[in-house]
């Protein structure tokens, strides 16, 4: 039978979802997260989160192959459309064909969530070497702008890092931030987040770094299209090498107002 599925948007949601359809011998035909619900002609009902059930959808995935684990949970942060129908085809598949089917690349329930991944770990190894943090009393703080859900990846490589910093990394597409302090992290739900304008010291710093990139460039060898390949475009926005010059201009040197924090850095890579 059809069924519609709507779940809290959680990956453990989203696990639950995989057992009810087993323990109801329903096939769900679309997946609604609360926050995107919409009228349909099919029936639809509601799937509670349980931490047990999800835990043993998860489980019996490690038993068949711990690699089959990684890409359902690195499936899940992907921004692949309706990515949710693509994971719970390769789970399928996965019950009834077992280990082999992970050799089966071309397969059409294994393809679609491979590229997924792909570019999932794409953009994480891209953004190692993108983010730029700004200083403001020893604070850092940078700005993302993906288009995968990338902080829970990006996470061990900034706090092992930069273990002894108090730093906070905002992904504005998702309105989420990792924030760090020494011993302890939490990536939590952000609305907003405003920089502040750079104190004269972190102004200051950002011209020295932009004069250095625009330094080391051998003029004659210039070329844009492939700057863009090894550096997209679309990551710009948020870095400080390819910003306006009202980014090189500080403010009052005072504290922020509340909630706000400054924007990018100098480089953090992937030192």
């Not at 200051?204 to 475009?233: A, C, G, V």
Request: glycine share 6%; aromatic share 12%; net charge positive.
């Amino acid at each position: 039978m059809e069924m519609i599925y709507r779940y809290d948007g959680t990956f453990e949601g989203f696990l639950c979802c995989v057992f009810d359809s087993y323990v109801n011998k329903e096939y769900p035909s679309l997946f609604q997260d609360e926050a995107h619900i919409e009228s349909s002609l099919f029936p639809a009902r509601w799937v509670g989160t349980d931490l047990r059930h999800a835990r043993r959808v998860l489980v019996s995935l490690e038993k068949i192959d711990p690699y089959a684990r990684e890409l359902v949970v690195k499936g899940f942060l992907t921004c692949a459309p309706e990515k949710e129908k693509i994971l719970y085809r390769f789970i399928r598949s996965l019950y009834v064909v077992g280990k082999p089917l992970l050799r089966r690349l071309s397969d059409e329930a294994v393809l679609p969530l491979l590229k997924a991944v792909r570019h999932l770990d794409g953009e994480v190894h891209l953004l190692k070497g993108f983010v730029r943090f700004s200083d403001f009393e020893g604070t850092l703080a940078g700005e993302i702008k993906p288009k995968n859900r990338v902080l829970p990846l990006l996470r061990p490589h900034f706090c092992d890092r930069m273990y002894n910093e108090t730093f906070l990394l905002y992904d504005r597409t998702h309105g989420e931030a990792l924030v760090h302090q020494p011993g302890k992290w939490a990536i939590m739900p952000l609305e907003e987040f405003k920089m502040a304008a750079p104190s004269v010291q972190e102004a200051q710093y950002r011209r020295l770094w932009k004069r250095f990139y625009d330094t080391i460039e051998i003029k004659e060898r210039h070329n844009p299209r492939r700057r863009m390949s090894h550096m997209p475009k679309r990551y710009w926005e948020t870095m400080t090498e390819f910003q306006d010059e009202d980014s090189f201009l500080a403010g009052v040197d005072a504290p922020p107002r509340a909630g706000e924090l400054p924007p990018a850095k100098t480089p953090c890579g992937n030192g």
